[in-house]
């Protein structure tokens, strides 16, 4: 399991007819906040400000290739702009189980990354990825 330990987030937050919403800087529109929204936009500041990976090579709730239906939550670009880690958020009462794995394993057989990772906001495990081996890691890997 990765430590989480998010920074001071400096969200901009409004109040709508629907409720509270959250700009996502990401997607460039403002996003009711739901439960699983706040891990994510939490879980996006993280990987910018800790992790210093820049806004450009992040992606936000796209559908996959292969489907209208599906869409993985963030997904992380090298610096050659080649797909390196998918990243399921859930909310933070969800228990990280085998299904919330097998969730994110369907949306790699979409797009192949190098890195998975699944969070709660409380807990993060990232795996990498070779040749169909899974290997779980004690620490965030460097972007390539």
Not at 31 to 55: G, T, Y
Not at 80 to 109: A, F, N
Request: hydrophobic share 40%; aromatic share 12%; with cysteine.
């Amino acid at each position: 399991m990765i430590p989480l330990s998010f920074p001071e987030p400096d969200f901009r937050v409004r109040q709508s007819k629907k409720g509270p919403e959250i700009w996502d800087r990401f997607r460039k529109k403002w996003v009711l906040i739901q439960p699983e929204e706040w891990v994510r936009q939490n879980f996006l500041n993280w990987l910018s400000k800790v992790h210093l990976i820049p806004d450009a090579l992040i992606s936000v709730e796209k559908g996959l290739r292969d489907t209208t239906k599906k869409r993985y939550d963030v997904l992380v670009f090298n610096s050659s702009h080649q797909p390196w880690m998918m990243v399921e958020c859930k909310s933070t009462d969800v228990v990280l189980t085998e299904s919330v794995l097998m969730q994110i394993l369907g949306y790699y057989r979409s797009i192949e990354v190098n890195y998975i990772a699944i969070t709660n906001g409380h807990e993060c495990h990232i795996a990498e990825i070779k040749e169909a081996n899974q290997r779980w890691l004690a620490s965030f890997p460097k972007i390539e």
